[in-house]
């Protein structure tokens, strides 16, 4: 073991192909994975994850990106297997490191990301196109990408020959038989890939828990029309900025019910904006209109497409909700459509986002009231299906937290896939495939690497904690001047706090307890500020966890001369 508890691998085999989860297992986001055989690696997704409460002023985490620096050299790929922002969100932290790593991705997922590159500013990149059926070759590594739905047009699954073996990664998937855009998910090349032979399976966990079968999209369009027909004044639509079968389902019914549609934030102008001219979009004519000429339409003859079904504070939906947005203001009656699932984490968010436009006299229509969403993640019967035509020799449940991962794993068992052949890990947990058998050799450190302004990597998890602690608890500041060669106090104990109490008389009893404990320490040859500042410490806070069954941070500082 490691002095960080980290069991430290082997020294990699030749013709052995080693797979490292650097995020996604564990939780749901910052989706990553590096495969290596032969001094070669190959990298699979690189998302973000997005904060929540307890991560107070982080903007992204990122992946375990950290693990590889000293190796980017050794990187031959990237494949990207959909353009979700938890599976192409941290590329261009990763392309800073190095920016001509081939990366490979459908038509769609490239052109998101392209934009994503021109904000970071990230030139002179090496971006190559696939599609499904398409077979490229890297150093150690064959790659074939196989069709798959989701809920964002052109996801792929990806199968790769190594010398040790072969992989198929789903990426995440589902089986939807009538799906928007019609493209099935090919489950005829996952039987081929069956009978060639899948050495190890990773798959998507994330419903493994659902039973049955995930709804079709076209399911939701009885519950869509219903929120149009009955929506008196304005309406306004929720839903990832990537979810382009969803808006096309909005537009659609917009033009049946004879509504304009604005789009509002910024990545959702983007990102429709690009599925309209790769023509993954289709936008009746004359049906949008700018954001500044709303207010030229009645209320019931427009329908706003909005970021923020997530509770994300800055999104439009939250500003619209607290009064903030500069142009939509909301009114009694209007209607607010949450178009999306509710990702594990974002619960308080949310549903604070929807106390807030309820309050304002909304009507809000969510997964909970209605169906106006399905998954874009296969659930078990579906995953049952895949086991039974790919016949995998070992499986490695992916993208999920912990549970996911354990039901995922109990599907593959329940099809005959051997217990001792199927792993269940976390991120930096280290998975070696050798001889057609996948065993756990040790582990990394793939902890977050959280993004703050323009830091990256610099705030560890010491610092969140105490900003934790100033933002539940507040703090209270002790200066003291003291002569230690007198053993003397010269000014203070000074007592000031924030977010503690209002009236700071409250310290008034403490202060001479606090001069006697530094009195006694000096007295007793204690004679440098850090050990007297200790001293501060102790006497503050047992004082205040005793009166006030609190924990604030105490700050102590102590001037000896």
Known sequence: MSAAGLRIPPKLKPDTLRVIPLGGLGDVGRNMASLEINGKILLIDCGVLFP??????????????????????DVVGLVLTHGHEDHIGAVPYLLRLRNDIPVFGSRLTLALLREKLKEHRIRNTDLREVEEGSIVTVPEFELEFLAVNHSIPDALAVFLRTAAGTVLHTGDFKMDQLPLDGRLTD?????????????LFMVDSTNAEVPGFTTPEKDIQPALQRVFATSRQ?????????????????????????????????????????????????VPGNTLIELKDLEKYKPEDVVIISTGSQGEPLSALSRIANREHPVI?????????????????????????????TKLG???????????????HASAGELLYCYNIVKPRNVMPVHGEVRHLVANAELAQATGVRRDHTVIVEDGDVVDLHDGKVSVVGRIDASYVFVDGSSVGDISETELTDRKILGEEGFISVLAVVNVHTNQIVSGPEINARGFVGDDAVFDGIRGEISEALVQAMQEGVDDSHRLQQVIRRKVGRWVNKTHRRRPMIIPIVVAT
């Open 329 to 357: 203001e909301l009114k009694p009656g209007d209607t607010v459509l949450l178009a999306s699932s509710l990702i594990p984490g974002n619960e308080n968010s949310v549903y604070r986002v929807i106390n807030g436009l």
């Open 52 to 73: 929540d409460e307890a991560h107070p002023g982080v903007d992204l985490i990122l992946p375990g990106i950290e693990a590889i620096r000293d190796r980017i050299d």
């Open 362 to 376: 909304a009507r809000v229509v969510h997964k909970g009231n209605a169906m106006v969403h399905v998954s874009g």
């Open 234 to 282: 304005r309406l306004i639509v929720a839903c990832f900025a990537s979810h382009v079968h969803r808006v096309q389902q909005v537009l659609d019914e917009a033009v049946r019910h004879g509504r304009k549609v604005v789009y509002v934030g910024r990545s959702m102008v983007r990102n429709m904006s690009i599925a309209r001219d790769l023509g993954y979009l289709k």
């Open 187 to 199: 489950l005829r090349a996952f039987a081929r890939l069956g009978e060639e032979g899948v050495d």
